[in-house]
């Protein structure tokens, strides 16, 4: 396990998508309860948040389940009642959305300004994400693929996509989210970087089976100025 500055270089239990495992914002980090303990401290240095551990729906993939911005998280109807008690334990605000399309991390990008969906969400999902999140809603797509979420990792200060976003897309992209997008990989060729990244404003978790270009990359995304 490696950690320099704001940024930490590891797996969990060997599995170096450490993004599936984890949603977090400038307040806070939610970390799957299958994530040992003994990261726990390291997370919390690498974010300057506090790490809370918890499952939803019973699993511990909260990076593909959970969305929302430092205003508001919004959770999928299948949570269980008494992880939702989690979340009111430690005041964190959160609205419960009833959709289909339950696997709200992969399926959205969210800041504190604008949300894009995945195409295959309707309008009452957008008018829920307006109201709730207090952002500007669109639809879009990465790659030509609609589940944009997974595509890619973002703080205020840029945006790391999948490498094959189209030069439209990435326009779209940079005129909605007002964000500088930069194109990679992570886990040694995975365009899925939102399974190898956790990251906030404050820094970023990276899978250990990343190179050093690929780490290299994302700090420039993430961490520059």
Do not use: W
Request: glycine residues 8%.
């Amino acid at each position: 396990m490696q950690k320099r500055q704001k940024i930490l270089v590891t797996n969990f239990n060997s599995n170096p998508n450490v993004g599936l495992y984890g949603f977090a914002t400038s307040k806070y980090c939610l970390i799957g309860r299958e994530v040992p303990e003994k990261f726990y401290k390291s997370i919390s240095e690498a974010l300057d948040v506090k790490v809370i551990p918890m499952t939803i729906a019973g699993t511990s993939l909260l990076g593909v389940l959970l969305n929302g911005n430092n205003k508001c998280l919004i959770v999928p109807k299948i949570a269980f009642s008494q992880e939702l008690e989690i979340l009111d334990k430690h005041k964190i605000k959160y609205k419960v959305m009833d959709t289909k399309l339950t696997c709200l991390g992969n399926n959205m990008i969210c800041t504190d300004d604008a949300c894009i969906l995945s195409n295959e969400y309707g309008e009452r999902d957008l008018k829920f994400i307006k109201d709730n999140l207090k952002v500007k809603t669109y639809k879009a797509r990465i790659a030509r693929l609609n589940n944009l979420g997974s595509l890619a990792v973002h703080n205020k200060r840029g945006i790391l996509c999948h490498h094959e976003i189209l030069e439209d897309e990435a326009d779209e992209l940079t005129k909605i989210l007002k964000l500088n997008i930069t194109t990679g990989t992570v886990n040694m060729g995975n365009p899925f970087v939102g399974s190898g990244i956790l990251c906030n404003d404050k820094g970023f978790v990276i899978g250990d089976m990343s190179g050093g270009p690929e780490i290299m990359n994302a700090e420039e995304a993430l961490m520059k100025k």
